[in-house]
């Protein structure tokens, strides 16, 4: 390997099988179904407000799931 090439991350066991789920277009009609399920769930207002980050200018919830 030269000293120009970035050399290549290893990757982690379960990668290959994120990546295979994410490009399974099979499931895109239940992500779709349990999207709308949740979205129902809370209806707008100040508490939709607070959860998707429209008081923040950003979405909140990568901050929640990755603390």
Do not use: C, F, Y
């Not at 390997?1 to 099988?17: F, G, I, K, Y």
């Not at 994410?22 to 207002?45: C, F, H, Q, T």
């Amino acid at each position: 390997m030269s000293t120009s090439e970035t050399p290549r991350r290893q990757l982690t066991p379960l990668e290959p099988l994120v990546r295979a789920i994410e490009s399974a277009e099979v499931l895109d009609p239940v992500a779709k179904w349990a999207g709308n399920n949740v979205r129902s769930m809370v209806p707008s207002g100040p508490v939709k407000d607070a959860l998707s980050g429209t008081w923040l200018g950003h979405a909140v919830h990568p901050m929640l799931t990755d603390v």
